[in-house]
């Protein structure tokens, strides 16, 4: 790849970014010494740097989002086409994208029947929030406000999304929260909370007991990743999602499946919840929607929910009084209809479990060569791999350990995660979700990469 960059280019560009760029996620001191890397260029797995450095990138742009891959003129065009068509107006009115997309996107989702447009995975769970607490001042004098959320489940960055996130080391230091979000243990079986055969139900049941002790008309909605992201890479055990739609039919309560992540393919399926056979009341999405072509979020709602929002025409206030700006945005949608189309027309559901398959034989076989791995855990594309000091006692490596091993593979030109500021002593699962085009090639090598750095770091 010719990135037609000249070293004063570079040298410039380095200069401007660490000026006046404040980077997301990270400690910004060591920019002050080590050149912060600037991305240029991206075509199908890989990505280049301002150097010139090539890289096979096995998170999806880092955060799990170009799930169709880099480089796609068909979306471009897509969005160049609408642009110059229409770039805007108000979600008061709709747009063609808006309708054809939504149409498209229900198809995929039985049982929902209304798309409501935003622009981030945050504002979307915000948009949920909100609704949930108007149905409760509706329905149930405001009682039913409480929103149970899960340990080591993230929803977003706004203080209220924070409010419903189990992740401390994501929310220390920006309270106060917003009131009315309750906690509910994780499910992760390799980090067990109770000793039993049928771990599933009882870590469902374990939210039945916070429901008890909090109250049933207390609870409207329950938020939950289908397989838990940034948190560790935590797919459910099994019997959990069924005893949890038990469990919300039960109380009466609201359930809200979180998809930002697992949405648009990233298991094998649609959607995450769509392994489990729940029937979700709202489903947010968000990253892999247009790859990260346009920036578009969306809740999707049962038809049952949305009558609720037009029982009293003549109250001003009986409506969703809600907007987002940029959910007016017609690049989003336009991108969005493209982004399913490549999904659609080339099989990208299919490849995902093939080489979901593939990543996650890898894996193990690392985990038999490499006594550091702890357990390795995945649906679809969408895998990790827990580091252990001692797989006796599970003790989690030190984080800086982790970091190695993303660096080294850096280093080789392969860009995988690590769980990051999560769980205090826990940011310990190396994180792998390529882009659904991925070939075997590209899985072995991502896994080859990790087994030299493995070695190089833990001998
Ligand atoms: C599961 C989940 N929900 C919500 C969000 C927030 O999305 P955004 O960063 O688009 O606001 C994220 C972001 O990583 C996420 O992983």
């Known amino acids: 790849m010719d990135t037609t960059l000249s070293a004063n280019d570079i040298s410039g560009l380095v200069e401007a970014d660490r000026a006046h760029v404040w980077h997301h996620l990270i400690q910004q001191k060591p920019f002050e010494t080590v050149d912060p890397r600037i991305m240029v260029e991206g075509k199908g797995m890989r990505v280049w740097d301002a150097t010139g450095k090539e890289f096979l990138d096995a998170v999806s742009g880092g955060v799990w ?258 907007i987002s700006t940029f959910g007016g945005c017609t690049a989003g949608p336009a991108a969005a209809l493209e982004n399913v189309r490549i999904i659609e027309d080339e099989g990208l559901l299919q490849n995902t479990l093939n080489m979901g398959e593939r990543m996650m034989g890898n894996l193990r076989a690392l985990m038999e060569k490499h006594a550091v791995i702890g357990d390795v855990r995945g649906k679809g594309l969408f895998c990790g791999a827990e580091l252990v000091a001692d797989r006796a006692t599970k003790e989690p490596v030190d984080e800086k350990q982790a970091q190695a091993v993303v660096a080294d593979c850096m280093a080789q030109g392969v860009i995988i995660g690590v769980t990051n500021r999560s769980l205090p002593g826990f940011n310990n699962t190396l994180c792998f979700s390529p882009a659904l085009i991925s070939t075997p090639d590209d899985i072995d090598q991502i896994t080859d990469a990790v087994d030299k750095a493995l070695s190089k770091v833990f001998g």
């Open 65 to 322: 989002t170009v799930n169709v891959g880099y480089g796609r003129e068909s979306i471009a065009n897509a969005v160049r086409d609408q642009l110059v068509k229409l770039n805007y107006f108000a979600g008061s009115a709709g747009s063609i994208p808006g309708s054809q997309f939504a149409e498209k996107l229900i198809e995929k989702m039985p049982g929902l029947s209304r798309v409501y447009y935003t622009n981030s995975g945050s504002e979307a769970n915000e948009k949920v929030f909100k609704m949930v607490r108007q149905i409760a001042h509706k329905r149930y004098g405001g009682k039913k406000h409480k929103i149970l959320y899960r340990e080591r489940d993230y929803h977003g960055t706004t203080i209220t999304a924070l409010s419903a996130g189990g992740q401390p080391e994501r929310n220390a230091l920006y309270g106060p929260y917003t009131p009315g979000f309750v906690e509910v243990p994780h499910c992760l079986e390799y980090r067990a909370q109770w000793d039993v055969e049928n771990y599933g139900m009882r870590a469902a049941d374990a939210i039945e007991e916070v429901i008890l002790r909090e109250g049933p008309d207390t609870i409207g909605a329950l938020c939950l990743e289908p397989v838990t992201a940034g948190g560790g890479v935590v797919p459910p055990p099994d019997g959990y999602w069924e005893r949890v739609q038990e469990i919300c039919r039960k109380y009466d309560i609201l359930l809200h499946i979180d998809e930002v992540v697992c949405g648009m393919g990233r298991t094998g399926v649609w959607f995450g919840y769509q392994n489990y056979g729940v029937k979700p009341d709202f489903v947010t999405m968000a990253k892999g929607v247009a790859s990260g072509y346009a920036a578009i979020a969306c809740v999707a709602i049962t038809e049952e929910v949305f009558e609720m929002f037009k029982e009293n025409p003549d109250d001003p206030l009986d409506y969703f009084r809600d």
